[in-house]
T-cell receptor
């Protein structure tokens, strides 16, 4: 079993839709959680951190469920520009940062 | 320009050849990392460096060598390239060794094909 697992998708949604991604992690000692965004043939870039209390950044909401060991990303009012691959990132301490394989999102007009 | 740059962006090499991928950052970040990204896998850590002359293995170090004589440079060498090393390689830098604790900045990637 992979340490960090994501549904690879692709998720195909119309503009304006709400879409949610989940990511599960296996190490209960994991300490930090993040979502990165990667555009096609580009480098990953930090989208947002995931805090225990949940956090929101505009149309994006991230949540952490330690009991069930998953994090989620909710995107409201999807835009064409949201089309990308979303990487779940889990840090278990030190340099041990695990990147998920990513979930592909296509937003269509 | 400030940032992290990788070179070359694209490279085709033959099996058995030695090839070096370059990474240069201008932020004076302490930590630098090399990842490879393959279809179906996340980014997997090859090597990382905490400072000049300090390097350590990551998850998939076999077949790779790194050095860091200067803070700003972190070259990755494939000693004898194999087809399984065909991949996209990303260099990253961060103020923290917890890459996801503080923002990690990635280079644009090097697409390496071993034929």
């Amino acid at each position: 079993r992979k340490e960090v697992e994501q549904d690879p998708g692709p998720f195909n949604v119309p503009e304006g839709a709400t879409v949610a991604f989940n990511c599960t992690y296996s190490n209960s000692a994991s300490q930090s959680f993040f979502w990165y965004r990667q555009d096609c043939r580009k480098e990953p870039k930090l989208l947002m951190s995931v805090y225990s209390s949940g956090n929101e950044d505009g149309r994006f909401t991230a949540q952490l469920n330690r009991a069930s060991q998953y994090i989620s990303l909710l995107i409201r009012d999807s835009k064409l520009s949201d089309s990308a691959t979303y990487l779940c990132v889990v840090n278990t301490g030190g340099f041990k940062t695990i990147f998920g394989a990513g979930t592909r999102l296509f937003v269509k007009a | 320009d400030a940032g992290i740059t990788q070179s070359p962006r694209y490279k085709i090499t033959e099996t058995g050849r030695q090839v070096t991928l370059m990474c240069h950052q201008t932020w004076s970040h302490s930590y630098m990392f090399w990842y490879r990204q393959d279809l179906g896998h996340g980014l997997r850590l090859i090597y990382y460096s905490a400072a000049a002359d300090i390097t350590d293995k990551g998850e998939v170090p076999d077949g790779y060598v790194v050095s860091r004589s200067k803070t700003e440079n972190f070259p990755l060498t494939l000693e004898s390239a194999t087809r399984s090393q065909t991949s996209v390689y990303f260099c990253a830098s961060s103020e923290s060794n917890r890459v996801a604790d503080t923002e990690a900045f990635f280079g644009q990637g090097t697409r390496l094909t071993v034929v």
